[in-house]
């Protein structure tokens, strides 16, 4: 069993960064893949970024590449999403979450524990 805390989130201007992070308890974390997803108001859940469990692969949605970059720290049990030249469509809840393969995050199946959610406003 893996529980998932995420933290991080607020309201930023369109431009700056902001960096989220994910705590997982469980003295498994270090097995799992990990992910971020996200969820706008009327808009379905979707990807943002994935890593595997020895954070030699990583994956991103279309929407945020060359702006974020999510990275695990697994003597922390954490895994971060770093968020840069944020735009008011970033705006959302952002959801970590941990399964069995980062390479099957994208493709939204795989995913066996999911965290509350933290929410990221981003005004223009």
């Known amino acids: 069993q893996v529980q998932l805390v995420e933290s991080g989130g607020g309201l930023k201007q369109a431009g700056g960064s902001l960096r989220l992070s994910c705590a997982a308890s469980?003295?498994?974390?270090?097995?799992?893949?990990m992910g971020w997803f996200r969820q706008a108001p009327g808009k379905e859940r979707e990807f943002v970024a994935a890593?595997?469990?020895?954070?030699?692969?990583?994956y991103y949605g279309d929407s945020v590449k060359g702006r974020f970059t999510i990275s695990r720290d697994n003597a922390k049990n954490t895994v971060y999403l770093q968020m840069n030249i944020l735009k008011p469509e970033d705006t959302a809840v952002y959801y970590c979450?941990?399964?069995?393969?980062?390479?099957?995050?994208?493709?939204?199946?795989?995913?066996?524990?999911w965290g509350k959610g933290t929410l990221v406003t981003v005004s223009s």
């Open positions: 890593i595997s469990w020895r954070a030699g692969s990583t």
């Open positions: 469980g003295r498994t974390f270090s097995s799992y893949a």
């Open positions: 979450a941990a399964g069995s393969a980062a390479s099957t995050m994208p493709r939204y199946y795989g995913m066996d524990y």
